[in-house]
């Protein structure tokens, strides 16, 4: 392909994405996940943490392998399999974002925990209402040109053995399309099992390898014009958006679900158990 070839399709995929971008934004509008406005500033005990725990973890017996996909500036989505409690410090390390994740509840509940939850500024999910206000404060994260860190299993696995895998859940996708110019960038790590086992390892074991394996990120725009991926045109995404709420929310529902299995599965392309 020459360079006039490659300019031309540069040209013609900025026209689509602008007029995807116009035709979303309504849409959003009457359905997405809406932030509180609220400034998320990063906390002092955070920063201290990064400094001083991400050199030693960094020099533990781990492998990171395609870190030229992680966004080095712009406000992203790190999506990522779930085996153990130092999943999020393993990425926090690995990908040198500040990064905000979304935590259950049950962290914040109990005293020994709660401090450090809210200390590194993470998210507090509430089951009974379905999450909805974490991850309205989610967005509030990437509004505020931050980086999110989600778990898109909702939990880790109980099962004892592989696949430990799990469905994943759709708020990962509610929250691309809430940003939709945020890139989410899947993340497959295997061996934090191995390092620190839940409920069973008191303490990590550091001479257990990690492997943490960064795939490419696609932002929610992108993946809706994609043929393979969401396959709308502004055009149809247009019509959508004349049909009744209900029905509305069931089309975009649709799409949610395609996003988050296809993340999944890309995930477990990547390598996870």
């Known amino acids: 392909m020459g360079q006039e070839d490659i300019a031309s399709r540069i040209a013609w995929w900025s026209l689509l994405e602008s007029d995807l971008a116009a035709a979303w934004e309504l849409v959003s509008k009457r359905v997405c996940l809406k932030g509180t406005g609220r400034k998320i500033k990063v906390p002092l005990l955070y920063n201290l943490l990064r400094l001083t725990a991400g050199p030693l973890m960094r020099n533990l017996n781990t492998r990171w392998n395609g870190v030229n996909n992680i966004p080095r500036h712009q406000p992203s989505i790190f999506a990522a399999n779930h085996l153990s409690h130092v999943d999020p410090l393993f990425i926090i390390t690995g990908s040198r974002r500040k990064i905000f994740f979304l935590a259950k509840d049950d962290h914040f509940k109990r005293k020994h925990t709660a401090w450090f939850m809210k200390a590194t500024g993470q998210i507090e999910t509430a089951r009974t209402n379905g999450g909805y206000d974490a991850l309205s404060a989610a967005v509030d994260i990437l509004d505020s040109g931050h980086c999110l860190g989600i778990f898109p299993e909702g939990t880790r696995s109980k099962n004892t053995e592989p696949p430990f ?74 019509e959508m958006n004349e049909l009744e709420e209900h029905l509305l929310r069931s089309e975009i529902g649709a799409l949610y679900r395609k996003f988050t299995n296809q993340l999944m599965q890309t995930i477990k392309e990547l390598g996870a158990p």
């Not at 469905?167 to 691309?176: D, L, S, W």
Request: proline share 9%.
């Open 165 to 238: 895998l799990l469905r994943g859940k759709t708020g990962v996708a509610r929250i691309a399309a809430a940003s939709p110019n945020a890139p989410v960038v899947p993340i497959a790590h295997i061996g934090t099992r191995e390092f620190m086992k839940p409920k069973v390892n008191k303490i990590p074991r550091p001479w257990r390898k990690v492997v943490f394996n960064y795939g490419v990120g696609i932002t929610w725009l992108e993946w809706l014009g994609d043929s393979q991926g969401g396959n709308c045109t502004p055009h149809s995404i247009e």
